[in-house]
C-alpha cells in the first residue's frame, strides 16, 4: 500500500497569504501513486451511470476514475467554456462568485452519477455541481475527493450526499482556492 499523502506538497501562502495550497503535482508525477489514488477512490463507491468531473484538477481523477469504470466523462466547467447548450450553477467565493457549467445533454434523467474533484474545502464548489447534476434530472450518488480539509464546513454544506476523500487534513484558516 502506497502512502498518498507523501505526494501532496503543502505550498504556504499561495496563491495567497495565510493559504496553504495542498499540490498534488508531485502525485501526478508518480505513476503507481496516481494509479494507486484511482483504485483506491474507485473502491469507495458503486459504479456509476457517469463520472461528473469538476475543472480543473478533477479532471485528473475524473479520467481516471471513468475509465476505470467503463463509464461516461463528463465535465463540469467554468463559465463560458463549454460550446453547446448548457446549465449553469453560481456559487459564492470569498469575494464575489463563479459559475460553472454542464453541457444540457451531457446526462440523462434518472442517471445517478459520481462528482469527482481533487479536494473539499468549503464545499460551494461541490454543492454547484451537484445543482447542476439536478437541474438535469440527474443524482448525485456520491462525491469523492483525493483531499479533504476539515473545519471549513464542507461536509456540511453537502448535506446528505455521501462524500469520501483519501486524505484529511485540520485546517482552521480561511477558504483558500485555486
Ligand atoms: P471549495 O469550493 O471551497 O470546496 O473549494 C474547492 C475547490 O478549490 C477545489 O476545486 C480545489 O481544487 C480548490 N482548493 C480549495 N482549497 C485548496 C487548497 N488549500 N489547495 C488546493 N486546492 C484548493
Given at each position: 500500500m502506497i502512502d498518498l499523502s507523501r505526494f501532496?506538497?503543502?505550498?504556504?501562502?499561495?496563491?495567497?497569504?495565510?493559504?496553504?495550497?495542498?499540490?498534488?503535482?508531485?502525485?501526478?508525477?508518480?505513476?503507481?501513486?496516481?494509479?494507486?489514488?484511482?483504485?483506491?477512490?474507485?473502491?469507495?463507491?458503486?459504479?456509476?451511470?457517469?463520472?461528473?468531473?469538476?475543472?480543473?484538477?478533477?479532471?485528473?481523477?475524473?479520467?481516471?476514475?471513468a475509465?476505470?469504470?467503463?463509464?461516461?466523462?463528463v465535465p463540469a466547467r467554468k463559465f463560458g467554456k463549454?460550446?453547446?447548450?448548457?446549465?449553469?450553477e453560481v456559487y459564492s467565493l470569498e469575494y464575489g462568485e463563479d459559475t460553472l457549467e454542464l453541457h444540457a445533454d451531457a446526462l440523462r434523467a434518472g442517471q445517478r452519477v459520481v462528482?469527482?474533484?481533487?479536494?473539499?474545502?468549503?464545499?460551494?464548489?461541490?454543492?454547484a455541481t451537484a445543482?447542476?447534476?439536478?437541474?438535469?434530472?440527474?443524482?448525485?450518488?456520491?462525491?469523492?475527493?483525493?483531499i479533504e480539509l476539515k473545519g471549513l464546513g464542507g461536509r456540511a454544506v453537502l448535506g446528505s450526499y455521501p462524500a469520501e476523500a483519501l486524505l484529511a487534513y485540520e485546517v482552521a484558516e480561511e477558504r483558500p482556492r485555486a
Open positions: 501532496i506538497r503543502d505550498v504556504p501562502d499561495f496563491p495567497r497569504q495565510g493559504i496553504v495550497f495542498k499540490d498534488i503535482t508531485p502525485l501526478l508525477s508518480n505513476p503507481a501513486a496516481l494509479a494507486e489514488s484511482i483504485r483506491l477512490l474507485a473502491a469507495r463507491v458503486a459504479k456509476p451511470d457517469a463520472v461528473v468531473a469538476i475543472e480543473s484538477r478533477g479532471f485528473v481523477f475524473g479520467t481516471g476514475l475509465l476505470h469504470w467503463g463509464v461516461p466523462l463549454l460550446p453547446g447548450k448548457t446549465v449553469r462528482v469527482v474533484d481533487d479536494l473539499l474545502a468549503t464545499g460551494g464548489t461541490a454543492a445543482r447542476l447534476v439536478e437541474q438535469l434530472e440527474a443524482s448525485v450518488a456520491a462525491f469523492l475527493f483525493l
